[in-house]
């Protein structure tokens, strides 16, 4: 649909592109990003002949553009561009039906079925039909780009070039309006090349993206291709991370803020707290945490971990909410608080601490063998409703974890409780063999953030033996203080 070959623009004296080429194909959604002044508007309005080209080639449709006029280049291609004059006296309807201009043929052109039908299809893509009597200049931003990219959609192109086409708009309207835009683009075969400032907006919505550097290509490709933390951190000079988006298969990215305040070690002052129904840890700053809480479960940022205790006939059928609610009663947010349940007396909960320089971790622990398991024969069990008898574990840990060493705290730390279960021959009630849990057990990993760094946490590093080591004598005492109080019962 659209060819650039060997692209190059000056203004005056410095060059603003040097050499850019791609090619877009038909009923592509495709992206240009970049830092300011990285030549994308400079790029598009090239391709729109707003600008002379001087140097290299542009063709649409096979066809190069000093072969084409004006009013034909309008009926391929249309254009949104970054900032326009709004036009006073005109009406949101008037304004779309402009871009049926080039369309109509001689000095007085009739208003066709055609035209109309194309504007009214325009307006609902953008969702502006209920305002379309209103004059332009009471929308707002928002509205007021919408009914621009109406007025380009009304011209029916087969290429749209669109300069961030979400400017003005709050995060829901971009959603709104891309989503619609996607679906008319795909449904007509429409290309579309639009600059997008945003890189999640463009890693979500583009096909294929161009990342300019100071006019130069940086890459070319698929959003997940190119899109890496070493290239995005190159191209706009400030550390992103990469993470999973986690609905779309998509990358998604965020900037890491550089000011960070010295931070002093957390774990010298963290203990535990005990309320009448509950062991809690509150942190005076937010960590990380990877937890399989009934509150919290998954990547959150939480200050405060609720183990709550709750009776034997406790109605697990909407645990979560109820444990929200408890949570809420008790001045917790449900929003920054990990909440896990248990059977077991809270009293009893086991809090180990490893001070070292450099590996400082502690790791709080109730246990319940109630529902104990042997998770590889699990499959015999009758299907049963799943009580509240569990061993749950915080682990606490002062440095900065990749997400690989979150996962390998999970690995080691699973591994160190079933050692301390077999250690005590814990067994499955139903195949009588070694259990390795129980089947509500629940785990929290959080870490500070802040201070050393640790890339992985399997039982090969320091930071994983530390762990190996704490959850293993204080799933081994938190089992005897069980065992204790049911042998005085
Ligand atoms: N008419 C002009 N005359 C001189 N220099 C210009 C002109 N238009 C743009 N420039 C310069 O060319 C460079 C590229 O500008 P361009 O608008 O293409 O960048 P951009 O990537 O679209 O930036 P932004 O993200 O800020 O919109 C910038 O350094 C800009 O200052």
Same mark, same amino acid.
């Given at each position: ?228 933390? #070493? ?6 000079? +400030? ?6 988006? &986690? =609905? @779309? %298969? /998509? $990358? ?114 109730? #246990? ?6 042997? +998770? ?6 009758? &299907? =049963? @409703? %799943? /009580? $509240? ?101």
């Amino acid at each position: 649909m659209l060819q650039v070959r060997e692209v190059s623009h000056r203004y005056g004296t410095t060059q603003v592109l040097d050499r850019v080429t791609f090619s877009v194909e038909k009923g592509e959604l495709f992206g240009i990003i970049g830092p300011n002044g990285s030549g994308k508007t400079t790029l598009l309005k090239l391709i729109s002949k707003e600008l002379p080209l001087a140097s290299g080639e542009i063709a649409i449709s096979g066809r190069p553009l000093s072969e084409l006029s004006t009013k034909q280049w309008a009926r391929l291609a249309a254009v949104l561009p970054q900032t326009l004059e709004t036009a006073h006296g005109y009406t949101v309807k008037e304004t779309v039906a402009l871009g049926r201009y080039a369309h109509q043929r001689g000095l007085l052109p009739a208003w066709t079925a055609e035209d109309e039908a194309a504007v009214q299809e325009a307006l609902a893509v953008v969702g502006l039909a209920h305002k379309m009597d209103a004059p332009l200049e009471r929308l707002s931003g928002g509205e007021r780009q919408r009914a621009y990219l109406a007025r380009a959609l009304a011209q029916e192109p087969q290429l749209l070039l669109l300069d961030e086409p979400t400017n003005h708009m709050d995060l829901s309207g971009q959603v709104r309006l891309l989503d619609r835009l996607t679906a008319a683009a795909r449904a007509r075969g429409l290309t579309v090349v639009a600059v997008f400032h945003e890189m999640n907006v463009a890693s979500l919505y583009c096909d294929r993206v161009l990342v300019l550097k100071d006019g130069k290509t940086a890459a070319l490709g698929a959003p997940a291709d190119v899109m890496t933390p #070493a290239l995005l951190n190159d191209v706009f000079a +400030a550390p992103v991370v990469r993470q999973a988006h &986690p =609905a @779309a %298969a /998509k $990358p998604m990215f965020s900037f890491v803020p550089q000011h960070r305040e010295e931070k002093t070690p957390l774990l010298g002052g963290l203990r535990p707290v005990f309320l009448a129904d509950a062991v809690v840890l509150a942190s005076p700053r937010p960590l990380r945490v990877l937890s399989s809480a009934l509150v919290g479960a998954g990547f959150q940022w939480a200050t405060h971990f609720v183990n709550r205790q709750v009776g034997l006939d406790y109605d697990c059928g909407d645990a979560e909410e109820e444990m929200r609610r408890y949570l809420k009663r008790h001045g917790f947010s449900p929003e920054r608080t990990i909440g896990m349940m248990t059977a077991v007396d809270v009293h009893d909960a086991v809090w180990l601490q490893e001070e070292r320089k450099g590996c400082s971790a502690a790791v709080l622990v109730t #246990a319940g063998v109630g529902n104990a398991v042997d +998770a590889a024969r699990a499959w015999r069990h009758q &299907p =049963a @409703a %799943a /009580k $509240p008898g569990t061993i749950n574990m915080i682990i606490v840990v002062d440095g900065t974890l990749t997400e690989a060493a979150f996962v390998q705290a999970v690995m080691t730390a699973t591994e160190a409780k079933a050692k301390a279960l077999a250690e005590r021959s814990v067994c499955d009630p139903e195949t009588r063999t070694l259990a390795t849990g129980t089947s509500t057990d629940s785990l929290a990993v959080a870490a500070t953030q802040t201070g050393r760094s640790f890339p992985y946490a399997g039982t090969a590093t320091e930071l994983g033996r530390t762990l190996g080591r704490l959850v293993y004598e204080a799933t081994i005492e938190a089992l005897d203080r069980y065992e204790r109080r049911r042998g005085k019962r």
